[in-house]
């Protein structure tokens, strides 16, 4: 079956430690993408990376930090500089990144809490 | 990237059609009209697109105005499993950028 897996779906971490979600994709797609998703609200772009080695930050970049050494992963680490972690944390993935419309394909999700 | 506005939330009978409006009155002639929805916890699923003309699949139909600055998601035959969040989007062609507002939230009645 392909699609993106995210794992684990929930986690739990201490404040002040640094935890990374994984997020793997077996579609081939060359861009990859993290959002943050408070309650009640929309999604908000973290990072997002267009080919591998090479990402950029999106609108929230700060307290995160990124990696894509292979085309399939982009694991996303929350560091304790993310003043307020406690979110739902999605990937997702496009075909290419810049092809004339190209639809993001979500994964489930990790539910992150920070006690 | 245009703003699209959406009511906060519909409620729609087992069996009728949910009609979901969007409004994207600031729309470019280059920015296409994307519907996801998301159930409760879980990850954001495509359901159609479009840019001038209406559009079908095994989902939804999409139905755009002629001055393109409002659409609406058509579901055929309201399901309870339809339940979920309803996002409007305006994509700029050949961008990465989705900005997502709060969505609809659609309650199928039984």
């Known amino acids: 079956d392909g699609g993106i897996t995210q794992s684990p779906k929930y986690l739990f971490r201490k404040e002040g430690q640094n935890v990374t979600l994984s997020c793997e994709q077996n579609l081939n797609h060359d861009a990859m993408y993290w959002y943050r998703q408070d309650p009640g609200q929309g999604l908000r772009l973290i990072y997002y990376s267009q080919i591998v080695n090479d990402f950029q930050k999106g609108d929230i970049a700060e307290g995160y930090s990124v990696s894509r050494e292979k085309k399939e992963s982009f694991p996303l680490t929350v560091t304790s500089a993310q003043k307020n972690p406690t979110a739902f944390y999605l990937c997702?993935?496009?075909?290419?990144?810049?092809?004339?419309?190209?639809?993001?394909?979500f994964g489930p999700g990790t539910r992150l809490t920070v006690l | 990237d245009a703003k699209t506005t959406q009511p906060t939330s519909m409620d729609c009978a087992e069996g009728r059609a949910a009609n979901l409006p969007c409004n994207h009155s600031t729309i470019s002639g280059n920015e296409y009209v994307y519907w996801y929805r998301q159930i409760h916890s879980q990850g954001p699923q495509y359901i159609i697109h479009?840019?001038?003309n209406n559009e079908t699949n095994e989902m939804a139909s999409l139905i755009i105005t002629e001055d393109r600055k409002s659409s609406t998601l058509i579901l055929p035959h309201a399901t309870l499993r339809d339940t979920a969040v309803y996002y409007c989007i305006a994509v700029l062609s050949g961008t990465y950028k989705y900005i997502f507002g709060t969505g609809t939230r659609l309650k199928v009645l039984a």
């Open positions: 997702a993935s496009t075909a290419t990144a810049r092809s004339q419309t190209d639809t993001q394909y």
């Open positions: 479009g840019l001038k």
